[in-house]
């Protein structure tokens, strides 16, 4: 016929809808999504002295968008100490050696998840991991001999001098008691606060020294 080409195409399309076909619509997916932790914040407890099996927990993130605008790997802040690990791909944290609670009782992570767009965008979670403490410390004089000058003929009870003894545990690890051993000697223990006390009058005579 003698229709011109334009019209003859739109003549063609409005037939071929009307028999059914498929408009695909293509949208390229844009990296406006930033990966999400599942949560803000993450918490857990550890024993001190005792290497955990396996991870120490989780952490995951999840990104709306496709393709690699989508796929988050997970990385540890650059603060971390070394003793920490993340996999990158699994999320999972865990820690190469024992923790100490004496030399850090609070470990505060950052944890940041990635995705792949270009460029990528990242997000932060923080894991904070308490230690609880073992008994894992002997109490401790702080010198290993005391010397105490007092008066000759003090009355009974009189203050002598206070025994400095320390231990690094926390809560009852870390209480401590002192006994006087030797007794016969002329002193007793105020055991709340470490302070030697004479049960009896001593005499310059009597002893100059005692241990
Ligand atoms: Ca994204
Ligand atoms: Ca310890
Ligand atoms: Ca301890
Ligand atoms: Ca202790």
Redesign the pocket.
């Known amino acids: 016929n003698s229709q011109s080409p334009g019209r003859q195409r739109r003549g063609a399309g409005v037939a071929c809808v009307g028999s059914g076909l498929e408009i695909r619509v293509l949208v390229l997916d844009v ?5 999400q932790f599942l949560r803000p914040h993450y918490h857990l407890e550890v024993e001190e002295n005792k290497l955990p099996t396996g991870s120490l927990l989780t952490v995951r993130a999840t ?3 496709s393709g690699p ?2 796929r988050v790997t997970y990385r540890l802040g650059k603060y971390t100490a070394a003793i920490f690990r993340m996999g990158s791909q699994t999320g999972q944290l865990s820690v190469t050696v024992p923790l100490d609670r004496e030399q850090q009782d609070v470990h505060t992570i950052s944890v940041l998840a990635r ?1 792949n ?1 270009s460029p990528p ?1 990242e997000s932060l979670t923080t894991v904070s991991i308490r230690v609880h403490d073992q008994n894992d410390n002997a109490p401790a004089f702080v010198t290993p001999h005391f010397i105490f000058f007092i008066p000759e003929n003090l009355p009974p009870l009189a203050h002598v001098g206070r025994i400095g003894v320390t231990d690094a545990d926390e809560g009852e690890n870390g209480g401590v008691e002192v006994r006087v051993v030797n007794t016969t000697a002329p002193f007793v223990m105020d055991n709340a606060r470490g302070i030697s006390t004479l049960k009896q009058t001593v005499s310059f005579s009597s002893m100059s020294t005692m241990q």
Do not use: C, E, S, Y
């Open positions: 990296n406006d999504n930033i990966p990104d709306a968008d605008n989508g995705d767009g965008l």
